[in-house]
């Protein structure tokens, strides 16, 4: 990072910790800011691992102002912000705007419809974050509703619905009600009868690419004007299994000059030959289309309000048709781009994770290289610091950027105060291969803090006396010092590290490099991170934690413990958290 993008960086977030701290009438936080910062400045997100120590001093500074200091330099940095602060209701503080006429309805209902085809990615956890924020905010109800009514081309995951429930869980929230789609196919069929009855549906044999130029030139199918008599023993003929796929359809009879080709005559139902994988939907064969299945649902379970993709507003015109027959109002709609998140080799795409996961080039759904809720999860990565950037993004209709050095700030927010420190030393070519050297003189153990905030936890005694290992990057030339962090200043000899004993001016005024170490027989450990496994060394009280505790290996970053060893002979593993 050159002096001059440290420069723009500064700025930027001086500009965003006001606006936080005026809004909020309280001290800024490195985190909050992390997300609207890179947000508004997508050149940034490559140096995300380091913009929390550039911006920390300017937060910093923010804090020491009082609330009118902070207000006139958000007025001379950013009027146009302040203004649109000072517009607004005093009293609201909801990174989330206002759902449109929720006064209007007794109980705010919202809902979160996965395809149960594949656990969440990253991507899928900010409707339930949105959503499950809106139900706390109005004290309102989520309804959790798995639209699993595709056998064939999206067909459901028996494990994928428990694997969605959790993730919704592990974000902090629970559903009020939790609904299969394929649970409910009786009802689908319910109201498509009272629609032909109402003229409002029609069978249709036509092969596919024949309607689809009928409906391109605005004409309409010879099955259009078929009696409601016809139509109906033709569906029931349909829900009785009679036809094959592809061989009849019942499309809902919408305006077949519609200025938009997609609204003409749209498919409610059709056939589908693969049988579901639940059990207790095995045996139908004709299945509602997701426009038509998900538009009953809405209102029949009662939602207030809808969150959707802009790409599907077409879905909302469509289902206003059905509407409109049976003489229902519409719920309110919000359209919002789609998020796409940096850090990740593998795309944001169920389909494309699971056939990674089939040819064995991912572990599995929670490999710390997924871009998945399960990943987060295991990497010791906590709810609350994902839902916190994903309602930072808001609802806009433009896409939107997650920089997971935002979900990285929340989350060491969450968890630094409670992670003792542990030292690793990696045994890999990227870091110089592990070095051992005997220790010459000196102590007999270093005694680091536990944590360097918390004296009154203790220390950490790791003995020295079958030498220590480096990392070869760090191993200083010969007859050059190097201060062991909690042991001391060593000097490097062509095979050993002598003992100084030099005060810690060493480090403040000569320059001599501080640097992390572990005991050269100390427990072996794996450590699972986005770029593969790494393997090395660890200081011997890493054995002393649990399984699912978390620790900040000094100079590397934080990592749950996934698996700890009885005995220091065993290989232990962690996942690494983020720096």
């Known amino acids: ?122 991507g899928h956890a900010r409707m339930a974050a949105v959503v499950g924020t809106y139900k706390d905010r109005y004290d309102g109800e989520f309804i959790c509703r798995f639209d699993d009514t595709d056998p064939e081309t999206k067909r459901p995951d028996l494990d994928a619905y428990d694997a969605i429930l959790d993730a919704i869980g592990y974000l902090g929230f629970e559903p009020d009600d939790v609904v299969n789609a394929s649970d409910r196919v009786e009802t689908y069929y319910e109201y498509a009868r009272e629609l032909i009855d109402k003229g409002g549906a029609y069978t249709c044999s036509c092969p596919q690419g024949e309607f689809s130029d009928l409906k391109n030139n605005g004409e309409a199918c010879p099955h259009r004007d078929k009696d409601a008599e016809t139509t109906r023993s033709e569906f029931e003929a349909m829900v009785d299994g009679e036809y094959d796929s592809g061989e009849m359809v019942l499309r809902v009879r919408t305006d077949i000059t519609h200025k938009n080709p997609a609204l003409r005559d749209f498919v409610a139902l059709r056939m589908v030959d693969t049988p579901h994988p639940r059990e207790a939907a095995e045996e139908y064969r004709c299945w509602p289309m997701l426009d038509f299945q998900s538009g009953l649902d809405d209102h029949l379970l009662g939602v207030t309000h809808i969150i959707r993709g802009i790409d599907l507003q077409d879905s909302a015109k469509r289902q206003q048709f059905v509407y409109d027959y049976f003489d229902w109002e519409y719920p309110e709609v919000i359209h919002w781009g789609h998020v796409q998140v940096d850090a990740y080799d593998v795309p944001l795409s169920t389909s494309s994770i699971a056939e990674l996961i089939e040819d064995g080039e991912l572990a599995g759904w929670d490999d710390p290289r997924a871009p998945t809720v399960a990943s987060l999860e295991r990497r010791g990565i906590r709810g609350e610091a994902v839902v916190d950037a994903m309602i930072q993004l808001g609802t806009s209709t433009s896409n939107v950027d997650l920089a997971m050095s935002s979900i990285y700030s929340n989350n060491r927010d969450l968890i630094d105060d409670d992670s003792d420190r542990a030292f690793f030393v990696r045994d890999s070519d990227d870091h110089g291969g592990l070095v051992e050297r005997q220790i010459v003189g000196g102590p007999d153990a270093g005694e680091p803090p536990l944590h360097p905030d918390y004296e009154e936890r203790g220390r950490r005694e790791i003995p020295v006396t079958n030498g220590v290992a480096v990392e070869g990057d760090d191993l200083p030339d010969h007859g050059e010092r190097v201060w062991l962090k909690g042991y001391g200043c060593v000097r490097h000899t062509r095979d050993a590290f002598e003992y100084t004993g030099d005060d810690i001016d060493a480090v403040r005024e000569e320059g001599v490099d501080v640097i992390h170490w572990a005991p050269a027989d100390g427990p072996r450990l794996r450590l699972r991170t986005m770029d593969g496994d790494v393997s090395g060394v660890a200081e011997p009280g890493l054995l002393g934690y649990d399984a699912d505790d978390v620790v900040q290996f000094e100079r590397i970053g934080f990592a749950r413990l996934d698996e700890v060893a009885d005995e220091a002979e065993a290989e232990s593993v962690a996942y690494f958290t983020h720096p």
């Open 1 to 122: 990072m050159d002096d001059e993008l440290r420069d723009r960086i500064r700025e930027a977030a001086e500009t965003n910790a006001l606006l936080n701290a005026v809004k909020h009438d309280s001290e800024a936080q490195v985190g909050a800011i992390m997300g609207p910062l890179m947000g508004e400045n997508p050149e940034f997100r490559e140096h995300g691992d380091e913009i929390p120590g550039v911006i920390a001093p300017v937060v910093e500074r923010v804090n020491g102002m009082d609330a009118a200091e902070r207000r006139e330099r958000l007025a001379e940095l950013a009027p146009d912000k302040l203004e649109e602060l000072e517009s607004e209701d005093e009293g609201e503080d909801h990174p989330l705007p206002d759902l449109p006429n929720a006064e209007e309805y007794d109980t705010v209902r919202m809902r979160v419809a996965p395809n149960p085809n594949g656990p969440w990615h990253i």
